[in-house]
C-alpha cells in the first residue's frame, strides 16, 4: 500500500532547529507534489511548504525565511528544515502528496513538533 512515514520530530527550544523528513513508497514520487502541513490544537489545518515535480516551492507567510523545503527524487523523500523555531510553530506536521492525473492524495500520520522552553 502506499505509504508516507514522517520522522524527525520532537521537542525544542525557541530558536531551535529540527528537520523533518518524508518518505514515501509505492509511488511515482517525481510525478507528486509533495507538501507539508501542520495543525495545532484547535486551529485548522494549515500549508506550510510544498515542492513541484518540477522544482517550483511555496512557503506560508508565516515560515518564510525560516524554513526550508527540499526533496530528492532518487531516495523518495521530501525534507522540511525549520530553523529559528517559535513557539507558534508547535503543530502536529503532516507530509501530503498529491498527484492530479493519478486523482491522488496520500497523507502520512503525522509527526509532533513542539517548541517549548
Known amino acids: 500500500q502506499v505509504q508516507l512515514v514522517e520522522s524527525g520530530g520532537g521537542l525544542v527550544q525557541p530558536g531551535g532547529s529540527l528537520r523533518l523528513s518524508c518518505l514515501a513508497s509505492r509511488i511515482t514520487f517525481s510525478r507528486y507534489t509533495m507538501s507539508w502541513y501542520r495543525q495545532a490544537p484547535g486551529l485548522e489545518r494549515e500549508l506550510v511548504a510544498s515542492i513541484t515535480n518540477t522544482g517550483g516551492i511555496n512557503y506560508a507567510d508565516s515560515v518564510k525565511g525560516r524554513f526550508t523545503i527540499s526533496r530528492d527524487n532518487d531516495k523518495n523523500t521530501v525534507a522540511l528544515q525549520m530553523n529559528s523555531l517559535k513557539p507558534e510553530d508547535t503543530a502536529v506536521y503532516y507530509c501530503?502528496?498529491?498527484?492530479?492525473?493519478?486523482?491522488?492524495?496520500?497523507w502520512g500520520q503525522g509527526t509532533q513538533v513542539t517548541v517549548s522552553s
Open positions: 501530503k502528496a498529491v498527484n492530479i492525473w493519478f486523482q491522488s492524495i496520500f
